[in-house]
């Protein structure tokens, strides 16, 4: 299938900008480690999880809505109609937000208010803008803004670290004015005023979107719950010392995540346009072979690397936070393979489903944490996540027959399962020097596994390259 080619090439894309973005973020983990405290760096990774609840109801996921409708679009005018129908919709919430919120902050005063105000403001336009450039088959662009705002991000925060020694306000500062320069870079780039239309508003279209759109903010209400609600178990239960060591712990499973997002960008933009194809169950289940062994040798291989790695690395006040890594790998794991099923659902516009499955995972993940954490502490975070996803995850299997079915080669899986628990236990009892023939082990099966898929990306890769040379 072409889907096949495209698939391969945008992953492409997506793989330089975010490896470069994410390799940006996880280098400056010794530096955050070493200047902020546990509970500093707690606290901001708090607020942050507040401001990702916030977004999706100010925007009513129109974000998301404006964009699947884009990647099917190729007329101009119909593209600046769904454009136009989703800026207006989005600015007129953001006004609505900031007023109640500016009526709130007279009569309630808390920290950094006009920060998560500014930041709250600039991550939705900044986001919008982004996703307009990928609807709108901008891919290159896309990729190009993730990785100006991450860079941005890391050379403003070494600024007001180093010259002005802001604390916690770095993070905030930086933030904010990455997201605004990167906001004002993609409206320049994409001459973003040509898609505006006042005449273009279309109050049937918002119904559409809105009647997409809707289902997924208790999706992502219920998705927010199993990634991020859990520091505020954390705080209720345990203190913001233990956020910070957990969030430190998350920065590992995010190099995972970082394998999902590369693939998941493309996957989600493939899995769309070829939902009407006949040969789709077929192609879903290919892409899925090869996606599944990549994740599970992938996360095999981090477990690994993760003790050694974060004793040289992270400061000691942060040092028993490799013992929660490999479930929280696991667990992201299971939570990558819950968004592959996803991307089939967005492809049938049936985000109900998605809503569903979410939701059960999210109350079981609230049951666990209640129950194991009082118990087990940060590892009962861990295991509660782990299991909320697992659940997900084979749920989205049961329900995803109606519309498409993919085949799962259990016989291959199984043994690739057993490796990866095998993987959680040898950092607790091997030693460093023997944990490093284990880690050269893991390389090796990795290369084994994927070989295939290692090829197919060499090839792909260099026609593309050859291809941009002769260009």
């Known amino acids: 299938m072409t ?26 983990l010794p530096l955050y480690t070493h200047y902020f405290t546990s509970a500093e760096y707690g606290t901001w990774d708090l607020l942050w999880t507040t401001v990702s609840l916030i977004v999706p109801f100010i925007t009513f996921e129109l974000v998301a809505a404006v964009y699947r409708w884009l990647l099917e679009e190729e007329q101009p005018q119909e593209q600046g109609r769904i454009i136009t129908t989703g800026t207006l919709t989005i600015l007129r919430n953001l006004l609505i937000f900031n007023a109640v919120a500016l009526a709130v902050m007279l009569f309630v005063d808390f920290p950094y208010h006009w ?8 991550t939705v336009t900044s986001s919008f803008l982004q996703q307009c450039a990928r609807g709108l088959g901008f891919n290159k662009l896309f990729a190009m803004l993730g990785i100006i705002q991450t860079a941005l991000s890391v050379g403003f925060i070494l600024i007001f670290i180093y010259v002005f020694d802001l604390r916690l306000l770095s993070f905030f500062y930086s933030s904010i004015l990455a ?15 040509r898609y ?25 209400l219920s998705w927010w719950i ?32 970082m394998v999902n997002t590369i693939f998941f960008l493309a996957w989600k933009d493939s899995a769309i346009t070829s939902f009407h194809s006949k040969e789709k169950d077929a192609y879903y289940s290919i892409v899925f072979k090869h996606y599944v062994r990549l994740m599970i040798t992938t996360a095999i291989l981090i477990i690994l690397v993760a003790k050694p790695a974060m004793e040289i690395v992270i400061a000691d006040t942060f040092g028993e936070s490799w013992k929660y890594v490999g479930i929280m790998l696991t667990g992201a794991l299971f939570s990558s393979l819950s968004q592959f099923w996803g991307a089939g659902f967005h492809g049938a516009k049936k985000t109900n489903s998605l ?12 049951l666990l944490n209640l129950a194991l954490v009082p118990f087990i502490g940060l590892y009962g975070i861990a295991a509660s996540t782990l299991l909320a996803f697992l659940c997900m995850w084979l749920f989205r299997v049961t329900a995803s027959h109606k519309y ?18 095998v993987s959680l236990i040898l950092p607790f009892i091997l030693e460093d020097k023997v944990l490093f023939i284990s880690i050269a082990i893991a ?21 593309f390259f050859h291809k941009q040379n002769a260009e």
């Open 226 to 257: 199993l990634t991020m609600s859990d520091r505020y178990v954390i705080l209720a239960f345990l203190h913001l010392d233990a956020n910070g060591i957990y969030a430190v712990a998350n920065k590992i499973p995010a190099l995972l995540l």
């Open 196 to 220: 505006i239309e006042w005449k273009g508003y279309s109050k049937s279209l918002l119904k559409s979107f809105l009647t997409y759109s809707i289902p997924i903010i208790p999706g992502a």
């Open 355 to 366: 809503f569903l499955t979410s939701m059960i995972g999210a109350l079981l993940n609230i």
């Open 115 to 122: 920060e998560l105000l500014l930041l709250i403001n600039f």
């Open 179 to 193: 997201a605004a320069s990167v906001t004002i870079i993609a409206w320049w780039i994409l001459k973003f005023h």
């Open 3 to 28: 889907n096949g080619k495209k698939l391969f090439k945008d992953t492409i894309i997506y793989a330089i900008a975010n490896f470069g973005s994410k390799l940006l973020i996880f280098l400056m």
């Open 443 to 463: 390389g090796m099966l990795f290369l084994l596994v994927n070989r295939e898929l290692i090829g197919l990306l060499y090839k792909t890769g260099m026609a």
């Open 404 to 421: 498409f079915t993919i085949r799962i080669q259990w016989r291959e899986l199984v043994p690739l399962f057993a490796l990866l628990f």
